[in-house]
């Protein structure tokens, strides 16, 4: 499909591009995520069976701009033009730090259908995988000096990838495109604020929102979400079975379509269910 642009309110021109023919659904990407990935394209086509999905690269990545200085309330910006883009009130699907924009994104009033975020990666309580409390100073240190690569292998082993791995990813190829979009790193980590979970902001969110979580993943992901539910007023829970924080396309979709419909119909405040 042809790379469309929208322009946000300080001007930079963020890149997206749509497929398929159902209602309209902006998907919001983690750290790292570019819509040129592999990865990327199997979800534009595994979602474009229910959906028209708009996929946009987040500013500083693939075809977007990256205008300066970096603050998250451009990055909202940028979301709410995608969003004028897709029809004004689209459905939103964000994943990992992606969620956690797109839940700041309509806390700020940013019109939304109904939003699912997926694993937004907060701290709540004080668990034994939390990451380094320096973390966003490293990361933005590293990427200061140029050294990229050791900026991704900090990221990798931050999110819990054993070190075993992050030395055979370095021979993959997703690990160029990792890479390439380093310089974003401290963007993601602007977006977390330090991972602390924000439940004032949360309480915010006027937006219906149903949280998904993996039946299959960590402990403090899984805390995240189920205290992300029982903040965002309204929201409802769904659990996708035999799933981690890097969700399958295959068992995402579904879960949105029912995700969506089940919210819809309910109305029930924090509702919790599991897809089949």
């Not at 451009?74 to 969003?83: F, N, P």
């Not at 029809?87 to 956690?100: E, F, H, I, K, Q």
Request: aromatic share 8%.
């Amino acid at each position: 499909m042809a790379t469309k642009f929208v322009t946000s309110a300080d001007g930079t021109r963020i890149a997206y591009e749509t497929m398929g023919q159902g209602a309209p659904l902006v998907f919001v990407w983690g750290a790292l995520g570019v819509r040129s990935s592999p990865f990327a394209k199997t979800m534009r086509e595994e979602l474009a069976k229910d959906f028209t999905v708009f996929d946009y690269d987040r500013r500083g990545r693939g075809e977007s701009g990256d205008t300066k200085p970096y603050a998250v309330a451009r990055e909202v910006e940028d979301l709410r033009e995608v969003c004028e883009a897709a029809g004004r009130r689209p459905y939103v699907a964000a994943t990992s730090s992606g969620a956690a924009l797109a839940l700041e994104a309509a806390a700020s009033g940013v019109p939304m259908k109904m939003l699912a975020a997926h694993e937004p990666p907060y701290m709540v309580g004080n668990p034994k995988d939390a990451p380094d409390p320096d973390y966003e100073r490293k990361m933005n240190e590293l990427i200061a000096r140029g050294k990229r690569d050791e900026a991704v292998k900090y990221f990798m082993r931050t999110v819990g990838v054993p070190g075993l791995f992050v030395v055979a990813m370095r021979f993959m190829p997703f690990w160029k495109d990792a890479v390439a979009a380093a310089h974003t790193l401290p963007y993601d980590a602007a977006v977390m604020d330090g991972f602390a979970f924000p439940e004032t902001r949360l309480r915010e969110v006027r937006v219906p929102t149903v949280v998904l979580v993996g039946g299959s993943t960590t402990p403090t992901l899984r805390a995240a979400a189920d205290a992300t539910a029982r903040t965002v007023p309204g929201a409802t829970e769904r659990v996708i079975p035999k799933q981690n924080h890097g969700v399958k396309p295959a068992a995402l979709r579904p879960a949105l379509v029912e995700g969506f419909r089940t919210a819809t119909d309910t109305g029930s405040p924090n509702a919790v269910s599991t897809t089949t």
